[in-house]
């Protein structure tokens, strides 16, 4: 697959025998234009963002991925359509939203790609505080070399002593001042997001985003009251761990290969009967409809109505091109029967 400059006049291919050219005659046609999945998008609630259907994760630039590499996979994130990414000030110690930086900067496309940031766990300005929650966007926003971000996520989980209240008056002036366009939550209860909503009818910002930790083997955080809440107020789902660290792709099937890392023991929590039986299921799937295991598994979050993009976090770009193949794929009655059997 070629990518080409987005900014590069619509031109008509053609093959010119007569001139000397470096190139093989049979070498692939370079494709003009705008990316075919440009017309893939979704909105975030009301937030009067629209997304690709897939937000790429920066949760491993900085830490496992190096910005060479990095920036590879963002490039053909946005070859293949995607505009939106997402990223926490506690990604690295930031330098996810470093790297992210410097790839927006150089490739001069701001303007073009919807920013989320987790804000809360940077060990310099931790929680929620109205201090702290000022000073940590103002770092984000320099790191990321820009002048606002998109949705402000704000990590529910990072702080016990705050108010929603305080939290909430702290992001109206965010969002007032321009340094935020909208915002969304992270680790809120069912009870919160109501009380939020209360809070937003006294003139408080709204959340419009959900980030929860869901896929087809971790339902129960998000299948009961929060579903219920976050579906009655319009907002959109962006669920992390889509792949359940990577268990859903269907590379780590043994317990004797991942090791005793973080990520090793993270992937061998899901390798029992109730995972292997899901994981069989979504290769049954993947080879009725010609994609791979981890497509699958993104084409069963985009099957559930409230999801409006997953987040997915990448340390190749061949992840990229392997999931994105999830966004065109109709999962049947019959699949997704199969599949809720798997992993009940």
Request: proline letters at 4%.
């Amino acid at each position: 697959m070629g990518f080409s400059d987005r900014d590069a006049p619509a031109q008509t291919p053609r093959l010119v025998v007569d001139a000397p050219s470096s190139e093989h005659p049979s070498s692939p046609i370079p494709v003009q234009g705008r990316p075919v999945g440009d017309r893939f998008r979704v909105p975030l609630g009301d937030s009067g963002l629209n997304t690709f259907p897939l937000i790429l994760g920066g949760a491993e630039f900085g830490w496992h991925v190096d910005l060479g590499k990095a920036h590879a996979i963002l490039d053909a994130y946005r070859g293949l359509g995607g505009n939106a990414v997402h990223t926490s000030d506690g990604y690295a110690s930031g330098r996810s939203e470093h790297i992210i930086g410097q790839w927006l900067h150089s490739r001069g496309i701001r303007d073009d790609v919807v920013v989320g940031v987790r804000v809360g766990t940077n060990p310099e300005h931790p929680g929620l505080g109205a201090v702290n929650l000022v000073r940590a966007v103002e770092a984000s926003l320099t790191r990321l070399g820009t002048d606002h971000i998109d949705v402000l996520y704000l990590d529910a989980t990072s702080d016990t002593t705050t108010s929603l209240e305080d939290a909430l008056a702290t992001a109206e002036w965010l969002v007032e001042s321009g340094k935020v366009r909208a915002l969304g939550s992270f680790g809120h209860t069912a009870a919160q997001l109501v009380e939020a909503r209360i809070l937003a009818s006294a003139g408080y910002p709204r959340f419009t985003v959900l980030d929860v930790a869901y896929n087809v083997l971790r339902r129960q955080e998000f299948d009961e009251d929060l579903r219920l809440v976050a579906n009655a107020q319009g907002i959109a789902v962006t669920p992390s761990q889509a792949l359940e660290h990577g268990y859903l792709s269907g590379a780590h099937r043994s317990r004797s290969v991942v090791g005793q890392s973080v990520r090793g023991l993270q992937l061998a929590s899901s390798m029992n009967r109730r995972g292997t039986r899901t994981l069989r299921a979504l290769d049954k799937i993947g080879a009725e409809l010609s994609i791979p295991t981890a497509a699958v598994a993104v084409a069963w979050l985009l099957a559930q109505r409230i999801v409006a993009a997953p987040i997915m976090n990448a340390y190749a770009v061949q992840h990229i091109e392997e999931v994105v193949q999830g966004i065109g794929a109709h999962l049947s009655r019959v699949h997704l029967a199969e599949i809720a059997r798997a992993a009940a």
